[in-house]
């Protein structure tokens, strides 16, 4: 049989090498080769090589053959016969049917139609019906068609005799379809201008004269032919008539443009009012035109003032060509006249192309016909006379092998065709052609002739193999298949089979598949070989024709005789308990059949009572003997089967009865045969698992062993006691079930008894043994670890991860993390990892000592412990570097541990990468850009970060190398670069002091208040008194500021303080602006002097209580103004007591930066200092001179 379908277009046949080898020894054997061929089945559909075809046809074309679509089909035979079709827009195309050419049947129009669409199908005519498609599509290419079209249908011109050279006669304007006049046309003299006279542009068809013409004494004619040609493919002409006339400048009659007009012919079917001729006449007063002669049947009519001559009635041929005369009269004197002849011809023209009743004819020829018609075509034509004359021929289409009569159009073949070795399909184009003027035309049809098959061919067999078949198959079994071919088609091809000879009673043919089948089942011994005479003949169609072949057929022979036992039944008798292959008793049986299938093997059949204490001893001999003891005394019965080993093996089975005597010694019995029990495990060693005991021991000594179960060695089993305990610790992770086979047996003193010991139902127990899982403790690899960083790290730093193992499993395996003995603000643990990460290290310092519990889930929980020790380093955010990579922020995450590690060995130093990010700008989006930002900062060997410019230095020398060890990182090129820190952000240590400078303004608000409400107590001073105290101050801006040494050396008057006539005191905000923003308090009126006043009597008081030196101050004459200009400007304000720094009162002062972290100020903490002790370092080189001090003499402003 076949392991898989066989496909014939893979593989169409086979040749099979079988070798057949007997058991014997030494084994013989046979061989022979057998060959099989693969039948075909209509499986595959045709193929056509494209799925779409694109064909370009230029219209007008005759019909002709435009595309060969040839279809393929991997079948053979029948079912690889393809027949074509086509469906869509196909009036106008034809398709053979077995050829698969796809023609034209008219040719195409590409006005009427530029594209056509369609589908051409090619199918097996059988079934299954299998198919393929492709879609055509058949452009028409547009051709040139029209030559291009005049505006006028001839032209006039009159020219006085004394027109000079270069003079423009006419412009002549052409023009193609669907385009401008003049574009893409060559204008050229045809004829007419022998003399030279005329010249043309061929571009614009301008008609100018070549030179100056001469005095005339009559009229003088010129007739030019011009010729435009376009630009198509092909190029397309036409031609107009150009009449010009040069008259003398004294005329004294009219003067016709042309000596005799002669218009084009007119069309016999022209209508009534068409447009004839003009005929002009040139003279210097208005002329009346008229017939006078010549038309006498009144054909034309002529207009009295244009000359235009039109037809006044319908056309008749035979009345042409007529000749009438044209009278042009002076209109006020009509004895002033002059006449000119018109020749008018009528033509019959050809309108219509001749017409086939059909444009396909299909017609069939049998083969081997000789020279014969075929069919008569006859086309119609709407013209007559010679426009309707037709003549017939053939355009295309096997010209030796057809010919047409060009008078009655009878389409004849010329030659016998044969219908297997020639094509069986013709496309032959007929014309008919009429004698038409000025043109011929022709009408087309396509006749398709099917050449049909006869029966010329008898059929022919396939080489015929010798068959086999096996005796006894039932009736019908298939024995093989027949097959002849014919290479005609159809009926003639139709073959039927028929059996003759020997063997007609054991088989039979099927008359149409020539499948041999079995009639009678054949016997072996009978006849084992038969020749059969198969005949084929086609008998649906004369001549009738056949063909014979010898068929051999041989029977082989099968088992068909099953083996027989000497005796239908077996009888022995036994003991219970028995030694192995103790011989029971032996069984022969015997077979008809010869060799192989007479072969004899002996099996005991399955019993589950019964055969697992027996076996045979030799397979061929059919001798019984016994594994051991029997499981019971009595009666057993045991089936024997004998087994031939033909194919298929065939058998016979004989029953053995056994008596079975009980001559077992005592056995013990345990009370249960299984037990289950649950043991905790880390029990120990020598647990006690379980005591076995029997029911009873009749005053015998019982002795205990371990059958199975304990391979590994784990348990003990005590023989006397029949106690189990454990030999080693249990572990449930390692071992969760024992199952244990305990045997018990009386005490044995000698080799007899020993062998009637044994394994029995009743002295075993099976013991099963459940380890309980206990909850053991987790533990960290190791004690301690230790992890160190910089305390610029940020938020979620990783510093290092730490994980227990634990053996258990579910909850009791699973492990969370926590950190114990103490809190920490400054790290934290992931429960679930272990990983501890940074909290805020922010400017601290050492070493932290963490201490990390991994505790277990189960319900009672355990736990283990480590020490983490982690060093932070001392570092600032200002050492901190960016450095910019062209890699996504993915994959630098993913690299952080291998971009560490390049930096550090190009660099040097230890390397932290503190953070990843993206570009401000995509923060929101970690893979939009292949941009990543790493901020890093180095330590050296010392364990001191380096300073940043050193980073960025080192970095930009390196950058190189750092680029080559990141390229092989991310292998892809790497840029690495470091860009310039923007502007950092205001510090937290300066917002502080913002923070508290509002608030020290708001104290020195409330001062002031304070100070004018004072004043009205100073008022009792004189303005002596102050003009006094004022001289002591001479010079002086701000009494109370003292520069870094205490002198007061750095004091000087700034310009913008000269507004003498206003006293303020202006607070301004901590960021160093000069009042612009601040809130102002002026004072005026009547208490700006007291409040002078009181302020400097203040400061000498206090400055004589302090001993401040008094000389400096009186050096200073100062003339005292009306009012003062006060401005405090604040810029800082120190919370540490230990500072000590007057409060700045220079025009311009710096903001000291604080020593320490602000955390707060307390109100009662502020003191306000005005007036500080002066330094030992004042002296008289301090003060301004005399020159000083009378420039200033306008005003003076105090700024606090």
Not at 407 to 426: M, N, R, V
Not at 914 to 927: F, G, Q, T, V, W
């Amino acid at each position: 049989m076949t392991k898989k379908p066989l496909d014939r277009e893979v593989v169409d046949s086979y040749e099979l090498k079988i070798i057949a080898t007997d058991s014997g020894k030494p084994a013989q054997s046979a061989s022979l080769v057998l060959s099989i061929t693969v039948e075909d089945v209509n499986d595959n559909p045709p193929v056509l090589p494209q799925n779409s075809y694109s064909v370009t046809v230029r219209e007008n074309e005759p019909p002709h053959v435009i595309l060969s679509a040839v279809a393929t089909d991997a079948d053979i035979g029948y079912n690889a016969i393809i027949h074509y079709t086509m469906s869509g827009e196909t009036a106008l195309f034809y398709v053979g049917e077995l050829s698969g050419d796809i023609a034209t049947l008219q040719p195409l129009d590409y006005e009427s139609q530029s594209q056509y669409k369609f589908v051409l199908k090619a199918f097996n005519p059988g079934e299954p019906h299998l198919q393929d498609t492709a879609n055509i599509t058949v452009t028409v290419e547009d051709v040139n068609e029209e030559g291009p079209e005049f505006d006028q249908p001839s032209y006039h011109k009159i020219l006085l005799d004394n027109s000079t050279a270069g003079t423009l006669v006419v412009d002549i304007n052409a023009r193609d379809e669907g385009k401008a006049y003049d574009e893409g046309i060559f204008y050229n003299i045809s004829g007419g201008n022998s003399e030279g006279l005329f010249s043309l542009s061929s571009s614009t068809g301008e008609l100018r004269l070549t030179r100056a013409l001469s005095t005339q004494t009559a009229p003088q004619y010129h007739s030019l032919n011009v010729t435009a040609t376009d630009s198509g493919l092909p190029p397309l002409s036409a031609s107009v008539k150009v009449s010009v006339m040069v008259a003398p400048m004294d005329v004294s009659f009219p003067l016709f443009l042309e000596e005799a007009y002669h218009p084009a012919p007119l069309a016999e079917q022209s209508p009534p009012d068409t447009f004839v001729v003009e005929v002009r006449a040139w003279y210097k007063l208005p002329v009346d035109y008229s017939i006078t002669s010549g038309d006498e049947k009144g054909y034309f009519i002529i207009h009295p003032s244009n000359g235009v001559v039109r037809t006044s009635k319908n056309l008749k041929l035979e009345d042409f060509p007529v000749n009438f005369k044209v009278r042009a009269t002076d209109s006020s004197n009509a004895a002033i006249f002059n006449e000119v002849e018109v020749k008018v011809e009528v033509l019959d023209e050809n309108n219509f192309p001749p017409v086939f009743p059909s444009s396909l004819l299909e017609e069939r020829l049998p083969e081997h016909s000789p020279a014969t018609q075929i069919v008569q075509l006859k086309a119609q034509d709407g013209d007559t006379g010679r426009n309707g004359f037709l003549t017939y021929g053939i355009l295309n289409g096997q010209g030796l092998k057809f010919s047409i009569n060009e008078t009655t159009g009878i389409l004849y073949s010329t030659a016998p065709f044969d219908y297997e070795e020639e094509p069986t399909e013709y496309q032959v184009v007929v014309y008919a052609e009429d004698d038409g003027i000025p043109e011929k035309k022709r009408g087309y049809c396509t006749v398709v002739i099917k050449i049909t098959d006869i029966n010329d061919w008898p059929p022919v067999f396939d080489p015929v193999p010798d068959f086999s078949v096996q005796e006894n198959v039932p009736v019908g079994f298939i024995v093989g298949k027949i097959t002849a071919s014919d290479r005609d088609t159809g009926d003639n091809a139709f073959i039927l089979y028929e059996l003759t000879g020997e063997g007609e009673n054991i088989f039979e043919i099927d008359a149409i598949q020539g499948i041999i089948k079995i009639k009678n089942s054949p016997d072996y011994e009978t006849m084992n070989k038969y020749n059969l005479t198969v005949t084929a003949v086609n008998n649906k169609s004369a001549p009738f024709y056949q063909a014979a072949i010898h068929v051999r057929v041989a029977v082989m022979d099968v088992n068909d005789n099953a083996p027989v036992f000497a005796q239908s039944s077996y009888s022995a008798a036994m003991n219970m308990v028995n030694p192995v292959g103790a011989p029971v008793l032996t069984v022969s049986a015997t077979d008809r059949d010869q060799g192989h299938n007479g072969l004899i093997e002996y099996y005991i059949l399955p019993d589950a009572t019964v055969s697992p204490f027996f076996l045979i001893e030799d397979l061929s001999e059919g001798r019984i003997i016994t594994t051991g003891n029997l499981s019971r005394s009595g009666e057993m019965h045991l089936t024997v089967m004998a087994r031939d080993k033909g194919s298929p093996p065939l058998s016979g089975t004989a029953v053995v009865t056994l008596s079975v005597f009980d001559n077992r010694p005592f056995v013990p019995r345990f009370n249960q045969s299984e037990i289950s029990i649950f043991v905790s495990e880390n029990t120990g060693v020598d647990y006690l698992i379980y005591d076995f005991a029997v029911d009873e021991t009749s005053g015998k000594p019982i002795d205990y062993t371990v059958v199975s179960g304990n391979e590994r060695g784990h348990f003990r089993l005590d023989p006397e006691s029949g106690e189990l305990r454990t030999a080693v610790n249990l572990d449930y992770e390692e071992v969760s079930q024992y199952v244990v086979l305990i045997q018990a047996n009386p005490r044995v003193s000698s080799a007899a008894e020993a062998q009637r010991s044994g394994l029995f139902a009743a002295n075993a127990a099976m013991l099963t043994i459940s380890v309980q899982d206990v909850n053991e403790p987790p533990a960290f690899p190791s004690p301690s670890y230790r992890a160190r960083i910089p305390s610029s790290v940020p938020y979620k730093y990783p510093v290092t991860t730490v994980q227990a193992a634990d053996p258990d499993s579910g909850d009791n395996g699973r492990l969370q993390y926590s950190l114990v003995g103490g809190q920490t603000n400054e790290f934290d643990i992931n429960e679930n990892s272990g990983q501890i990460f940074t909290v805020s290290v922010a400017g601290k310092a050492g070493t932290f000592y963490l201490q990390v519990q991994a505790a277990d889930q189960g319900t009672r929980s355990l736990t283990a412990q480590t020490t983490v020790n982690v060093t932070v380093d001392s570092s600032s955010s200002s050492n901190v570097v960016m450095l910019v990579l062209n890699q996504k922020i993915s994959a630098v995450e993913r690299k952080s541990v291998e971009v560490q590690r390049v930096l550090e060995e190009k660099l040097g130093w230890n390397v932290f990468v503190l953070n990843i990010y993206p570009k401000e700008s995509d923060r929101n989006s970690r893979s939009s850009t292949d941009e990543t930002h790493v901020d890093i900062i180095a330590f050296d060997e010392a364990r001191q970060e380096v300073p940043a410019e050193d980073v960025k230095r080192k970095l930009r020398e390196q950058r190189a190398a750092i680029e080559l060890g990141l390229q092989q990182v991310f292998s892809a090129p790497v840029s690495a670069a470091v860009p310039e820190a923007p502007a950092a952000a205001a510090a937290p240590e300066r917002t502080a002091a913002i923070v508290l400078g509002v608030l020290l303004a708001a104290t020195f608000i409330a001062f002031l208040a304070y100070v004018l409400l004072d004043l009205k107590r100073k008022r009792k001073y004189g303005k002596q008194d102050l003009v006094k105290k004022v001289d002591v101050m001479e010079g002086i801006d701000n009494p109370w500021a003292d520069d870094k040494n205490g002198s007061l050396k750095s004091l000087e008057k700034p310009e913008h303080m000269n507004n003498w006539r206003t006293e303020v005191m202006s607070f301004d905000n901590l960021e160093g602006t000069r009042g612009d923003d601040a809130e102002k308090d002026e004072i005026q009126g009547p208490e700006k002097d007291n409040y002078l006043e009181t302020v400097l009597l203040d400061y000498k008081g206090e400055s004589e209580e302090n001993g401040a030196p008094e000389k400096a101050a009186e050096s200073r004459n100062m003339e005292v103004q009306p009012t003062a200009r006060f401005t405090t400007e604040q810029d800082s304000f120190p919370t540490d007591t230990n500072q000590k720094p007057a409060l700045s009162l220079t025009p311009e002062p710096t903001l000291p930066a604080p020593e320490k972290e602000l955390k707060g100020v307390k109100f009662s903490e502020v003191a306000v200092i005005l007036d500080p002790e002066p330094g030992d370092d004042e002296s008289e080189d301090d003060e301004p001179g005399d020159d000083e001090s009378e420039n200033d003499e306008s005003g003076d402003d105090v700024s606090l």
